[in-house]
């Protein structure tokens, strides 16, 4: 095996590092031996990672020493409740970790976040490990230190920054995803490109075949999505600031999930970034920020790369403009009632707006449902 590619996240005491690469979950137990020598391993995962998965993990570890128990939940975003926050927490304990030990979130976004939370507050405060297994965690979710649950009111309202102290990202289980998964991962990656990287963007638009079919470019795709991930993570840890801009095409997608009840039949979380950017780009050339061609190019590249685009690919349909208004006003990027969206100049440059006009918002919105029905006509 070639060797990863290793991203530093600059945290001070709380630095860390994400290994990028094949074969790094057989490596596993040598890597978490190397960060807690002796530890005992609490691992969380979900029904559908522990069949595929959790044997080539648990070899590793009974190869380093490790001693290890597992939890396994549902697997779905349906898992991200206070009921399964519960189970997992009594879980933990159970298990008789103690402060000094691991928790290993081994899964996708939802098991990451579930697994960081719990890690968060159990014993108030374990040291965790990620591990996660799509391509929508390697590049976002696991990177950062954002957990958290769902409430009844919105999605991740509930939660703690809490940092990994490692994160290593098999780009191999990768094989095991479904072609729908891998695309909606496919979105964070896009995204990091039309935060602030209009070459990244390029490249993608040139090179999203090869990063599709594994190799060398699928690699250097994940690992550019943390470097940059990474830097804003370093420069602002706890989004009071530049980190905001992470969440571009994050207020309409989460507005979309949250109007399908978090149906993963409907719509998943990547399909509504998906969306939601383009939303974003049309927004803004609406607002005459950026030029009409802009949203046309982010939208041509989703939708070439197998990924919906518009509101009215949503199935069952995207709700009215005011569900999707109710649904962004509990968003987390609301302050004192006026709306905070991120915006864009074009590719590559995207900015924080703090003072959005909720009436433009719901126009725009009217708009685009109005334009689905009569498509869907």
Not at 40 to 62: C, F
Not at 67 to 91: D, L, M, N, R, Y
Not at 161 to 180: C, K, M
Not at 279 to 285: D, I, K, N, Q, T
Request: net charge neutral.
């Amino acid at each position: 095996m070639s060797q990863p590619i290793v991203v530093p996240v600059a945290l001070g005491a709380r630095s860390y590092e994400i290994a990028i690469g094949p074969g790094l979950l057989a490596e596993a137990g040598q890597r978490i031996s190397a960060l807690a020598p002796k530890a005992r391993l609490a691992i969380v995962t979900d029904a559908n990672v522990a069949a595929l998965h959790l044997a080539t993990l648990t070899a590793s570890l009974d190869a380093a020493g490790l001693e290890h128990q597992t939890i396994t939940v549902a697997p779905g975003e349906a898992s991200k409740s206070f009921a399964t926050f519960a189970e997992v927490c009594e879980g933990l304990i159970a298990t008789r970790v103690e402060r000094g030990d691991l928790v290993v979130a081994f899964g996708g976004g939802v098991i990451g976040d579930l697994a960081g939370f719990a890690a968060a507050a159990v014993r108030r405060g374990m040291r965790f490990v990620q591990i996660p297994t799509s391509l929508l965690a390697q590049v976002d979710s696991s990177v950062g230190g954002k957990t958290g649950i769902n409430s009844r009111h919105g999605k991740n309202l509930v939660g703690a920054f809490h940092q990994p102290s490692l994160v290593l990202a098999d780009t191999q289980v990768l094989d095991t995803l479904s072609r729908r998964e891998f695309r909606a991962g496919y979105a964070e990656v896009a995204k990091y490109g039309l935060i602030n990287d209009a070459p990244f963007f390029h490249w993608l638009e040139n090179n999203w075949q090869d990063v599709m079919a594994g190799g060398p470019a699928r690699v250097e795709a994940i690992a550019t999505s943390c470097r940059s991930k990474a830097g804003i993570v370093a420069r602002d840890e706890t989004e009071t600031g530049e980190r905001a801009l992470l969440n571009l095409g994050h207020t309409f997608g989460h507005a979309l999930e949250a109007v399908t009840g978090y149906n993963s039949a409907r719509l998943v979380h990547g399909e509504g970034v998906s969306i939601g950017m383009v939303l974003a780009h049309e927004f803004s050339a609406r607002l005459g920020l950026c030029s009409q061609e802009t949203p046309s190019r982010v939208a041509a590249h989703l939708a070439t790369a197998g990924l919906p685009t518009r509101i009215d690919q949503v199935p069952g349909g995207a709700g009215t403009a005011g569900e999707l208004m109710n649904a962004i006003l509990q968003d987390k990027k609301v302050k004192r009632g006026k709306l905070t969206f991120i915006l864009t100049h074009g590719i590559g440059e995207s900015f924080i707006a703090n003072d959005v006009d909720p009436s433009a918002v719901t126009g725009f919105l009217e708009e685009k449902l109005a334009g689905a029905g009569k498509l869907g006509a």
